[in-house]
């Protein structure tokens, strides 16, 4: 059964809230079949067409749940949200539509909040990596094959010890194939380390 937008938005944080109605009418149905459990860490596949709002689905409680720590000067340097697409394309367009939203929420807020988004392919410079070491993106952005190759990286893989949330898009593209074979693996190894990961 759906949730009630009123549960929603009782978890809402009072600037996530004020974001998504400057955006939106009302809740989608995958966000109200979703949004709530993915709050409550419940492993979940969400199935919508094209545009049905599928994304924001799965961050729209990790957002909310990062900002509330922001808010509360409690955000650690570490990775809390790992999201996973077959598509570097893809990876890009979620970083902007990521960040854009991050900042208007900092404009709602009044303040930084300081949430860091990175992507990680094939493609990132040895300095965009050095510096993701350093300063290890809340929410990382990557492909299969780049996920493997952090989970054996004896320097990073430090930063996925305590991962909340893993998001998979596009699984349909991947469930058939050697890269779905081999994202399966490595999820089983980012859920052995990280001990209480919700897959979305």
């Known amino acids: 059964e759906p949730n009630k937008p009123e549960e929603i938005l009782a978890v809402l944080n009072p ?22 459990e993915i709050h409550s860490r419940n492993n979940i596949l969400v199935s919508a067409p094209t545009g049905a709002t599928k994304t924001l689905t799965g961050f729209l409680s990790i957002l909310n749940e990062l900002v509330d720590a922001a808010q509360k000067n409690a955000l650690e340097d570490r990775i809390y949200c790992v999201y996973v697409s077959p598509l570097k394309a893809l990876n890009q367009d979620i970083a902007v539509n990521l960040v854009e939203p991050l900042k208007e929420m900092e404009k709602l807020a009044g303040k930084e909040l300081g949430i860091r988004v ?23 952005i990557t492909t299969p094959e780049s996920l493997a190759i952090v989970l054996s990286s004896s320097r990073f893989v430090n930063h996925l010890t305590r991962v909340e949330w893993c998001i998979v898009d596009e699984v349909h593209a991947l469930a058939e194939n050697k890269r779905g074979t081999h994202l399966s693996l490595s999820l089983e190894r980012l859920q052995q380390l990280s001990s209480g990961m919700t897959r979305i």
């Open 118 to 140: 990175a992507v990680r392919t094939g493609d990132t410079s040895a300095a965009e990596k050095s510096k993701m070491l350093k300063y290890p993106p809340h929410i990382l």
């Open 15 to 36: 600037v996530v809230k004020q974001w998504f109605f400057s955006r939106f009418k009302e809740f989608s149905l995958p966000q109200l079949f979703g949004v709530m």
